[in-house]
C-alpha cells in the first residue's frame, strides 16, 4: 500500500490545517491509521490514531481538543483536521498505517506516507 501525504503549508498562529493521507489500494480500508510528526533534531511523535472503522479514535494530551482524525472511506483517504495551531505543532507530518499497530509506536507500522511540511509562524 503506498500512501500520499498532503495538504502541509504555511499557517499563522490560531489558524487551521487539514492533511489529507490518500492510499493507493482498498486494503486500506482494512487498516488502523496513525499521524505522526517529527520536528528538527527532535524524535517522530504521535499525534493521533484511527482504527480501521472509524470506531475509535485517540491523540495524545498535547494535541487533543485541536486535532480531528477521520476517514473516508470512498476516497481511500484518511484526514487530520488541525484547529487552533501553534508554534510547536510546526513538524514534518507523517501518515502511516498497519493491520495492528500499537498506535503510539512508529515501529509497529508498515507503511507510511513521504510526509508533509508544516509551518505554524508566531
Known amino acids: 500500500v503506498q500512501l500520499q501525504a498532503s495538504g502541509g503549508g504555511l499557517v499563522q498562529t490560531g489558524g487551521s490545517l487539514r492533511l489529507s493521507c490518500a492510499a493507493s489500494e482498498r486494503t486500506f480500508s482494512r487498516l488502523g491509521v496513525g499521524w505522526f510528526r517529527q520536528a528538527p533534531g527532535k524524535e517522530r511523535e504521535f499525534v493521533a490514531y484511527?482504527?480501521?472503522?472509524?470506531?475509535?479514535?485517540y491523540y495524545p494530551d498535547s494535541v487533543k481538543g485541536r486535532f480531528t482524525v477521520s476517514r473516508d472511506g470512498a476516497k481511500n483517504t484518511v484526514y487530520l483536521q488541525m484547529n487552533s495551531l501553534k508554534p510547536e505543532d510546526t513538524a514534518v507530518y507523517y501518515c502511516?498505517?498497519?493491520?495492528?499497530?500499537?498506535?503510539?509506536?512508529?515501529?509497529?507500522?508498515?507503511?507510511w506516507g513521504q510526509g508533509t511540511l508544516v509551518t505554524v509562524s508566531s
Open positions: 502511516a498505517a498497519s493491520a495492528s499497530p500499537v498506535m503510539s509506536l512508529p515501529g509497529s507500522y508498515t507503511y
Open positions: 484511527i482504527t480501521w472503522s472509524s470506531s475509535s479514535t
